[in-house]
């Protein structure tokens, strides 16, 4: 049972870019979430979404930054007009269970950076 | 929604027993006390979680005090690829009772040594 997939697992942008990082959940999870690291800090929750709805984006920046996770295809992390400040690791998570969602199953990250 | 408090850094001799503890003292009865662990440049895993009872899976135990207010980790016989941040968590989550919010602080750092 492959595990959760992220990509890229590393992207380059130039400030006023956009970047879209794609996850792709382990297999019967529907539940998936957004978490940014920045430098020497711990992950910080962005965004929780099921099939075709947001559930909680109370972690996401008011501008610039969207998530959607369609019924077909993996859940997109938008991030757009880059600033150098949004460099950081962005990991996805998924778990499959309406209740007990704290056990959640982590990809290996996507590596921002901005020039 | 219950902070917890976690050693910086511990060091532990490879073969041996790790043992992590956690303060989480304003814990609310009906909230779980998660652990996971990051090893360098990787995504966070679960290790294994709990409510008042101890714990074990294949990764580990977990044993929590009787007034919840801190728990231990143990790793019965660390290996070199235990070295780590582990982090020990309390979830939030909606007012429905749901505790998805992984809150990721400072953790500790185990280094296993040979």
């Known amino acids: 049972n492959a595990g959760v997939m992220q990509n890229p697992r590393h992207l380059v942008r130039r400030r006023g870019q956009e970047a879209r990082l794609r996850c792709s959940p382990m297999?019967?999870?529907?539940?998936v979430y957004w978490y940014r690291q920045l430098p020497e800090e711990g992950l910080k929750f962005m965004v929780y979404?099921?099939?075709?709805?947001?559930?909680?984006e109370s972690g996401m920046p008011k501008e610039r930054f969207s998530a959607e996770f369609p019924k077909e295809g993996p859940s997109i992390l938008r991030i757009q007009q880059v600033v150098r400040g949004d460099s950081a690791a962005y990991f996805c998570?998924?778990?499959?269970?309406?209740?007990?969602?704290?056990?959640?199953?982590f990809g290996p990250g996507t590596r921002l950076l901005v020039l | 929604d219950a902070k917890t408090t976690q050693p910086t850094s511990m060091d532990c001799a490879e073969g041996r027993a790790a043992n992590l503890p956690c303060n989480h003292s304003?814990?609310?009865?009906?909230?779980?006390v998660y652990w996971y662990r990051q090893i360098h440049s990787q995504g966070p895993q679960y290790i294994i979680h709990?409510?008042?009872n101890n714990e074990t899976n294949e990764m580990a135990s977990l044993i929590i005090t009787e007034d919840r207010k801190s728990s231990t980790l143990i790793l019965p016989h660390a290996t070199l690829r235990d070295t780590a941040v582990y982090y020990c968590?309390?979830?939030?989550?909606?007012?429905?009772?749901?505790?998805?919010?992984?809150?990721f602080g400072k953790g500790t750092l185990l280094t296993v040594n040979p």
């Open positions: 297999k019967g999870h529907s539940h």
């Open positions: 998570a998924s778990s499959p269970y309406r209740t007990g969602q704290a056990t959640q199953y």
């Open positions: 709990g409510l008042k």
């Open positions: 968590i309390v979830p939030l989550g909606d007012s429905g009772g749901s505790n998805y919010k992984l809150t």
């Open positions: 304003t814990i609310s009865g009906n909230e779980y």
């Open positions: 979404l099921q099939k075709e709805n947001i559930i909680d």
